[in-house]
């Protein structure tokens, strides 16, 4: 018998969807990767929405500072300890029972990424770091599978759909990621909620143009927007696709083979983490001390950088090194560990 479908009838009146178009929407299959500012935002309007199953990934737990724009999340959670894919999964089941929700506690990497995106008709980014995103771009390209990238810090943020071999891939335009003095966090940036708003429901609006299979509809190309002084940007279309690309045209898998991205190892008696980069960079410590100094207290030779700071009642100590290596002091979780190297490194 098929799904009662009146509950998003204000949905499918709007003519580009219709009937048939919410069919499609409420049999589709989506991986949501992350579930911080932008992964509750699209979590929250795909449940809605009325997608027939989708599967939260995340490794982190609630924290109070991220009730400021994580929508789906309350003080409850953080009393009650809660993972946020499980947090999120039962609030929107709350919301809409319908949908087959699937929450998993993990970090999304080049083990198990596959195996995350299984049977997905579609891959949603809301991860806080480029080597994710490079991961999540290799396994889609390599299965053909649709994904759409969402970035955002303080009042800026953009987004690009990605059509395997036909819309340009995440490598295409970005062939590595930023360095990490020039790309900050929100953690060492701030962010204000409208653009975390305005990027999400971009990326779902997005979404549901390619669950409906209206992959003519869909804006290729990135796009960026800057809340605070209103100023848009749209870079390249479907004909810019790099014909060297190593990802979509050469079929080279480096993030999903291990062979980029950071490593990591428990320091043994030490309760810290070491954190290393697949190749060496030459770090700028003057500009990254600047920006770890709003969040703690930092010194820095020419040797290493170290920065001392507390979160959610725990300090810790990064200790980082010009070639990028860093040592997380006060955690041997390292799921951990890598979350905070992502937070005030911006990998």
């Known amino acids: ?25 409420s049999k589709s299959r989506v991986t949501l990767i992350g579930c911080g500012a932008l992964g509750t935002v699209i979590a929250s309007a795909l449940v809605r929405g009325g997608v027939g199953f989708l599967r939260i990934v995340d490794r982190d737990f609630i924290e109070l500072n991220n009730l400021q724009r994580q929508v789906l999340f309350d003080e409850e959670d953080i009393r009650q300890n809660l993972p946020k894919a499980v947090a999120a999964k039962q609030k929107l089941e709350k919301i809409n029972h319908q949908v087959k929700i699937d929450a998993v506690v993990a970090d999304a990497n ?30 889609c390209v390599k299965a053909g599978k649709p994904w759409i990238y969402g970035g955002c810090v303080g009042d800026a943020g953009m987004t690009l759909v990605v059509i395997p071999k036909k819309t340009p891939c995440l490598a295409c335009l970005f062939q590595s990621a930023p360095p990490p003095e020039f790309s900050p966090s929100c953690d060492t940036a701030g962010i204000i909620s409208p653009i975390v ?18 992959f003519d509809e869909v804006n290729g190309g990135l796009y960026s927007f800057n809340v605070w002084n209103r100023e848009a940007h749209a870079f390249g279309t479907s004909a810019s696709r790099d014909p060297e690309c190593p990802v979509c045209e050469k079929g080279i898998y480096e993030y999903l083979k291990g062979e980029k991205g950071v490593r990591t190892s428990m320091l043994c008696g030490r309760n810290a983490v070491q954190i290393s980069r697949d190749s060496a960079i030459k770090l700028d410590f003057p500009v990254i001390a600047d920006k770890l100094k709003q969040v ?20 810790y100590e990064i200790t980082l090194f010009p070639d990028g290596r860093a040592i997380i002091k006060g955690t041997s979780d390292i799921p951990r560990a890598k979350s905070i190297y992502a937070k005030y490194i911006s990998v």
């Open 197 to 214: 708003n305005i990027i999400s429901s971009l990326q779902v609006t997005e979404a549901l143009k390619v669950l409906m299979g209206k």
């Open 296 to 315: 703690g207290v930092v010194s820095f030779n020419n040797f290493m950088l170290k920065c001392a700071l507390k979160e959610s009642g725990t300090d």
């Open 1 to 25: 018998m098929d799904q009662d479908l009146t509950r998003y009838h204000r949905q499918y009146l709007f003519h580009k969807i219709g009937l048939e178009g919410q069919k499609k929407i």
């Open 110 to 139: 080049y083990t198990n990424i596959e195996s995350l995106i299984e049977g997905a008709d579609l891959v949603m980014d809301g991860s806080d770091n480029f080597e994710v995103r490079y991961v999540i771009n290799d396994a």
